[in-house]
């Protein structure tokens, strides 16, 4: 008796002891290590509560989610007030996009510490599987511009034989800024990887001082999103429409497409933008600045860490006039672009772009001769998020443009100051 009583006593010492490392290894993450062990008391224990929760707990870290339903559906039969288990199966049913089910069984756990997170999970549910979703931004701001029309700093041009004096006197301007952007996503029942995107945006600015830069801006773009093993393909529609000076100045309209994909997964990500689009200006006197455009942009998105991230980007723009014999209309556009953006403390980040443009015009002017024009932007912003749904930011740009016909070349900065609120 003596025995036998020994031999239990030291098959429980070895349970408790097997069991103890189980459990430390799966605390520590080491859940491959904890399975075996997980497994092997469950083999000699079938109806130990704790071993078999385990088990499935580890199958689930591990991914093996068909194995670990069926095992914590035993166990729910078994006692379905137990809130634990309910909790992995709900999350098992979750990562198995049975969010219905998942949903159901979440909703089921109530008094219990689990109960914070379940909420959770079913709020990721409901926007997972609506079929429509909407964000909207609204922004006010100041912009201070110290050159709001683009006055040259070269104090002549070379016009044939003559010599020209250009008008060097540059004015600023403080602009009180709105905007409103839009946006809706509507799921395509029955495709999982299909979703029709609508975006809205809305601009209006208006000078303190002078009104001749006063505008509204306003665009569309509706078009599908296809989603596939990391693939994005974007086919859109795109309209806008400006006012100027109080004036309706021009209206677009076209067809874009965006492609994107992680050669990388979450560290590298490259993608191409091409848009085919017509601007029609609406004033008489405007009409020649009627044009045909050609944009094609390829872009590097590197996120070096959870804090750093760079894009670098390079596009080709062409503009094509429709008639007329203006010079200042036909371009070709080399842009290259690099930005970094720093999470810092505090919801914070800061972005830093620069960014240098190569504009040739495809016709002399008679009398000036070849235009080029070099372009280059230097920006630095500053923006801390609050309570969630505000942001407010500082930016700085400065813009030198260097043109071979000293009345086009330009300088100027602008600093800008937002609030912003997310819907």
């Known amino acids: 008796m003596k025995f036998i009583y020994l031999l239990f006593l030291i098959a429980v010492e070895l349970f408790a002891s097997m069991m103890s490392e189980a459990v430390s290894l799966y605390q520590h993450e080491n859940y491959i290590q904890a399975y075996e062990r997980f497994y092997l008391l ?33 166990l729910y039969e078994k006692e379905k007030t137990d809130n634990e288990v309910k909790f992995f199966l709900a999350k098992v049913l979750y990562e198995e996009k049975q969010y219905k089910k998942a949903k159901e069984m979440f909703a089921k756990i109530k008094n219990t510490p689990y109960e914070v997170q379940s909420k959770e999970y079913v709020a990721k549910i409901d926007e997972m599987t609506a079929l429509h979703k909407y964000f909207f931004l609204v922004s006010l701001g100041m912009t201070y511009d110290d050159n709001i029309r683009n006055n040259t700093f070269e104090p002549t041009t070379t016009h044939g034989s003559l010599i020209l004096s250009n008008d060097t006197y540059a004015v600023s301007d403080t602009f009180f800024e ?96 091409i848009v085919l689009k ?25 996120t070096m860490t959870t804090n750093d991230i760079f894009q670098y980007s390079v596009a080709f723009q062409k503009f094509r006039k429709e008639f007329g014999n203006r010079v200042d209309i036909s371009r070709n556009e080399q842009i290259y672009e690099f930005q970094y953006r720093r999470k810092l403390p505090i919801e914070s980040m800061l972005t830093l772009q620069t960014k240098y443009e190569k504009r040739k015009f495809t016709e002399d002017d008679v009398s000036l001769g070849n235009r080029e024009d070099t372009r280059r932007f230097y920006t630095g912003s500053l923006s801390k998020r609050f ?37």
């Open 178 to 273: 709105k905007m409103l952007y839009a946006m809706h996503k509507y799921k395509i029942p029955g495709h999982a990887a299909l979703s029709w995107d609508d975006t809205i945006l809305l601009y209006h600015r208006n000078g303190l001082k002078y009104t001749d830069q006063n505008m509204f801006y306003s665009s569309l773009s509706s078009g599908l999103n296809i989603r596939k093993n990391g693939f994005v393909l974007e086919p859109k529609i795109l309209l806008s429409d400006l006012r100027y000076a109080s004036k309706h100045y021009m209206y677009s309209y076209g067809v874009g497409i965006k492609m994107s994909k992680y050669i990388v997964t979450n560290v590298l990500q490259v993608g191409l933008n």
């Open 387 to 423: 309570q969630k749904v505000y942001d407010i930011s500082l930016k700085y740009v400065y813009l030198n443009n260097s043109s071979s016909i000293s009345a086009y070349s330009y300088k100027k900065s602008t600093v800008n100051l937002a609030l912003s609120r997310y819907f």
């Open 278 to 302: 017509k601007e029609k200006f609406i004033q008489k006197e405007d009409k020649t600045k009627d044009d045909n455009i050609v944009f094609c942009k390829v872009k590097l998105l590197h």
């Open 42 to 74: 469950h083999v000699k224990h079938k109806e130990d509560r704790l071993v078999t929760l385990y088990l499935a707990k580890s199958l689930y870290n591990l991914g093996e989610y068909e194995e670990a339903e069926k095992i914590l559906l035993s």
